[in-house]
């Protein structure tokens, strides 16, 4: 049964672009099949929006897991909550159940499009002193905040601050993997406890790295995902 086919259904951060995915996918076995989900650079981009894509991609598919990466794991969660058919898994990777940070919550007003344009210029900076900026890092980050207008950064953010799954862990049928960082610093370590407050009988398996860990370290993340599948595949 480890070697039979599953679907892992890919859901993005705050870029929304997906290919921050391709140094994990590129890391899975070739049984792990992934369907990648990109969001609109512009448009409507509430969760409310969002959620029709992740439905679509994961209707009709049989042993299927749902990963949602940062800002993705509301989406994760709700979509679960419908219990489609063929759901096997959940798997939340340096994400939350509500706003992350809630004692700037308040704030979202603040969150607007000029702020938002030094995003690639943070990230890098952030990188550097974190110790895990290099030229390919630097690379794909600038082509990957090159997709995404400020404008959508800055409301997404605002949705981030705003949100609120805590009910859909209760509605999830399938079990539930937290992938974490150990130097996670933009969803801080807290947030874990609050899903394991909703969701009790997640596992949580904890990786080195940043939180864009599953970039940073794709082997390790691969295994933790891998590991997750089949232990689900052989209950």
């Not at 969150?111 to 290099?134: D, E, M, R, W």
């Not at 370290?217 to 595949?233: G, L, M, S, T």
């Amino acid at each position: 049964m480890a070697d039979a086919s599953v679907d892992v259904v890919l859901l993005p951060g705050l870029d929304g672009t997906g290919m921050l995915f391709e140094p994990l996918v590129a890391a899975l076995p070739p049984w792990v099949r992934t369907t990648v989900v990109s969001y609109p650079p512009t448009g409507p981009t509430t969760y409310a929006d969002l959620l029709p894509r992740v439905r679509d991609a994961v209707a009709s598919r049989q042993n299927v897991f749902i990963l949602g990466w940062s800002f993705s794991g509301p989406l994760a969660l709700q979509a679960a909550s419908e219990a489609p058919p063929g759901l096997r898994g959940v798997i939340l990777c340096a994400s939350f159940v509500r706003a992350p940070w809630p004692v700037i919550g308040t704030f979202g007003f603040m969150a607007v499009a000029p702020l938002f344009a030094l995003v690639p210029t943070i990230s890098q900076t952030k990188a550097l002193l974190g110790g895990y900026s290099s030229r390919e890092f630097r690379r794909e980050m600038r082509a990957v905040w090159s997709q995404v207008p400020s404008t959508t950064l800055a409301a997404r953010v605002r949705e981030v601050l705003l949100a609120d799954a805590r009910a859909a862990p209760a509605a999830c049928p399938a079990p539930v993997l937290y992938l974490a960082g150990t130097r996670d610093f933009v969803v801080p370590r807290r947030n874990v406890a609050d899903v394991l407050r909703y969701a009790p009988s997640t596992c949580v398996t904890t990786i080195d790295g940043p939180h864009l860990a599953m970039m940073t370290n794709p082997v390790a993340a691969a295994a933790a995902v891998v590991d997750f599948i089949r232990q689900q595949k052989s209950a």
